[in-house]
């Protein structure tokens, strides 16, 4: 008898806790996924012997980081709209690699005017597979408001829009991106995104 | 004629950071993936003159960088950020009344009464308007400007501009700006004694803000394919949010993001 009771408590005991790991299993807490890679980013960009290093190994050791949790995929393909459908297998590829170098130093050479903010994630909102991420870049009095869109793959939620005071970064690399294809072709954005890339590679600023 | 001058030349003086108040009519939500997919009609850009755009975009750039930037490096050098955060209010408390009227013809009234309660305070207790005890007081800022009353009668948006030295705009907010500088100018002209005057009362509004705003634009730049359609995206984008952080107050609890003052950018940091 005994052993029965201890047969269904276990088993009890057994399907709940299936429950609650599908429970998180389903919707995994996007903030908590997010925060841990921004505060690793930071560590990093805070390290006086990191950033000793050339711009481009410091952007290679911070893409692998990054990429645990945002998706240049899925940017790449955003920001292009409907030409990504125009394009070959290789063209996406050679566009998403140019697209990603370009964020990277970006970012890098960015950075340096806000590692000494304080961060602090104010709120998230999900819908179905979808999250934004809510966070405060805070100056002194002055805070600003920066999102993170996010996309929810298996298990793991996936950025893949940054939004700064309400100005989406890939809408607005589309419309760049829309006005250099309306006046050159394909091959004349990748030479110009290539020139771009160089010149930052070389921390030159534009003239 | 030379009246004229001047009082155009004063009112230059209270040119609003109007342009970035109201937006285009579309609601946007990031976890829409339509948002992303199209550009709708209503948000689709009119830039019928882009190339003569372009061209003051240069030259707005080039003044910029050669002019305006090191003249405002070096004044925040000699300044401490705090008294240049007094000048810039006091230059914002003077358009408050004009701020309320707005708000009475967009039928806002109780923002009409926070606008006025602002300014007597303001005024008084926060010595001329340098400081802002009223927001400590819990009344927070409003923007309402005559471009948001047109958008509210129904006037549409019009086409893009980009004019020289105010950076992008469009039809209907450069004429809603006219209306509200010169709104505001006959109450304040005659302090001026002279247009020479009035020109450096103007220019030194615009190197005190961006003084306050340095290094945003060469950001911009240094991140952008193309600056023009960045500045031009950026400025639809930004209104788009500010208009809906200013106008309905009620339609987000969740988020204390927009209790927060967002400094409005004047033009220079987007063009």
């Given amino acids: 008898m005994k052993n029965f009771q201890h047969i269904v408590l276990f088993s009890f005991f057994f399907f709940f806790?299936?429950?609650?790991?599908?429970?998180?299993?389903?919707?995994?807490?996007?903030?908590?996924?997010?925060?841990?890679?921004?505060?690793?980013v930071i560590?990093?960009?805070?390290?006086?012997?990191?950033?000793?290093?050339?711009?481009?190994?410091?952007?290679?050791?911070?893409?692998?980081?990054?990429?645990?949790?945002?998706?240049?995929y899925e940017m790449s393909k955003r920001v292009l709209g409907k030409q990504w459908r125009t394009l070959n297998s290789e063209q996406r590829e050679q566009f998403v690699g140019l697209f990603t170098k370009l964020l990277q130093y970006v970012y890098i050479g960015q950075v340096d005017d806000y590692i000494y903010k304080k961060i602090k994630f104010s709120g998230q909102r999900i819908r179905r597979d979808r999250a934004e991420v809510k966070s405060l870049l805070i100056d002194g009095d002055k805070s600003i408001p920066v999102s993170y869109i996010m996309i929810l793959r298996k298990d793991q939620?996936?950025?893949?829009?940054?939004?700064?005071?309400?100005?989406?970064?890939?809408?607005?690399?589309?419309?760049?991106?829309?006005?250099?294809?309306?006046?050159?072709?394909?091959?004349?954005?990748?030479a110009m995104l290539k020139k771009k890339i160089s010149k930052l590679e070389a921390g030159e600023k534009d003239e | 004629m030379r009246k004229m001058f001047r009082i155009f030349l004063v009112s230059l003086f209270f040119w609003g950071?109007?342009?970035?108040?109201?937006?285009?009519?579309?609601?946007?939500?990031?976890?829409?993936d339509a948002f992303?997919?199209?550009?709708?009609?209503?948000?689709?850009?009119?830039?019928?003159?882009?190339?003569?755009?372009?061209?003051?975009?240069?030259?707005?750039?080039?003044?910029?960088?050669?002019?305006?930037?090191?003249?405002?490096?070096?004044?925040?050098?000699?300044?401490?950020?705090?008294?240049?955060?007094?000048?810039?209010?006091?230059?914002?408390?003077?358009?408050?009344?004009?701020?309320?009227?707005?708000?009475?013809?967009?039928?806002?009234?109780?923002?009409?009464?926070?606008?006025l309660v602002r300014f007597t305070i303001n005024t008084f207790g926060g010595v001329g308007g340098l400081g802002d005890p009223a927001v400590e007081l819990g009344f927070p800022r409003k923007e309402a400007t005559f471009c948001q009353t047109l958008n509210t009668w129904g006037v549409p948006d019009g086409i893009f501009l980009m004019v020289p030295i105010m950076g992008p705009t469009t039809l209907r907010d450069v004429s809603g700006k006219l209306v509200d500088s010169f709104a505001v100018t006959p109450?304040?002209?005659?302090?001026?004694?002279?247009?020479?005057?009035?020109?450096?009362?103007?220019?030194?509004?615009?190197?005190?803000?961006?003084?306050?705003?340095?290094?945003?634009?060469?950001?911009?730049?240094?991140?952008s394919v193309d600056s023009y359609a960045a500045v031009r995206d950026g400025f639809y984008q930004y209104r788009r949010k500010y208009w809906e952080s200013s106008g309905n107050d009620n339609a987000d609890d969740t988020g204390d993001v927009h209790d927060e003052y967002v400094a409005p950018p004047s033009a220079h940091s987007f063009y």
Avoid at chain 1, 17 to 40: G, R
Avoid at chain 1, 52 to 63: K, Y
Avoid at chain 1, 168 to 184: A, C, F, K, P, W
Avoid at chain 2, 21 to 29: I, K, R, S, T, W
């Fill in chain 1, 157 to 190: 939620w996936m950025a893949y829009d940054i939004v700064v005071e309400g100005v989406s970064l890939i809408m607005n690399y589309r419309n760049q991106i829309g006005t250099v294809l309306r006046d050159e072709n394909f091959p004349g954005l990748i």
């Fill in chain 2, 36 to 115: 992303y997919d199209d550009i709708s009609k209503e948000n689709a850009v009119n830039d019928p003159f882009e190339g003569i755009n372009r061209v003051i975009f240069a030259f707005n750039d080039y003044a910029f960088t050669w002019i305006l930037n090191p003249v405002a490096t070096g004044y925040s050098y000699l300044l401490p950020a705090d008294i240049r955060g007094a000048v810039e209010n006091f230059f914002y408390n003077m358009q408050e009344p004009i701020r309320a009227a707005n708000s009475l013809l967009q039928a806002r009234f109780a923002d009409a009464g926070t606008l």
């Fill in chain 2, 17 to 32: 950071n109007c342009s970035l108040l109201y937006a285009a009519d579309g609601e946007v939500d990031f976890l829409d």
């Fill in chain 1, 17 to 40: 806790s299936s429950v609650v790991s599908q429970v998180s299993a389903a919707t995994p807490d996007p903030t908590e996924q997010l925060k841990p890679v921004v505060d690793k």
């Fill in chain 2, 187 to 223: 109450l304040y002209y005659t302090w001026a004694a002279g247009w020479e005057e009035s020109v450096s009362i103007y220019m030194g509004k615009e190197v005190n803000h961006l003084s306050l705003h340095l290094g945003e634009y060469e950001t911009m730049k240094e991140m």
């Fill in chain 1, 43 to 72: 560590t990093l960009l805070k390290d006086r012997n990191f950033r000793q290093r050339s711009v481009v190994e410091q952007s290679e050791v911070i893409v692998k980081l990054v990429s645990e949790r945002f998706d240049f």
